[in-house]
């Protein structure tokens, strides 16, 4: 069944807030600007392969096999939601060295 555009719009946008809102109280709490935009990548490839992670260490040609034919079959609409959770990790990073430059110690 196709996606409509109001679901992908919405989709769009809490993957969007969604992946802010953790990058910023990882940002807060570790004091590591860009931490979610370098764990992003894993938590997609959670997201979409149906693989097991120990799998990746055990039957690991096997497993990224798989990884790649789901990578292929992902539909354009899976892709742009994707991408703004992306999105979202790195407007955390830049708003929080934004805050951090004008004073915001907590930051």
Not at 27 to 50: E, G, H, K, V
Not at 57 to 76: I, Q, R, Y
Request: net charge positive; proline share 4%.
């Amino acid at each position: 069944m196709p996606m409509t555009i109001p679901v992908l719009i919405i989709s769009m946008l809490l993957f969007f807030v969604l992946f802010f809102g953790i990058g910023f109280i990882l940002n807060m709490l570790l004091r590591m600007t860009w931490l979610m935009s370098f764990i992003y990548p894993i938590i997609a490839l959670l997201i979409i392969d149906d693989v097991r992670f120990i799998d990746y260490f055990t039957d690991t040609s096997n497993a990224f096999h798989k990884l790649g034919v789901k990578l292929t079959s992902l539909h354009p609409s899976d892709i742009i939601i994707l991408i703004c959770g992306f999105i979202g990790a790195i407007v955390a990073g830049i708003t929080m060295k934004t805050l951090r430059k004008k004073g915001y110690r907590m930051f």
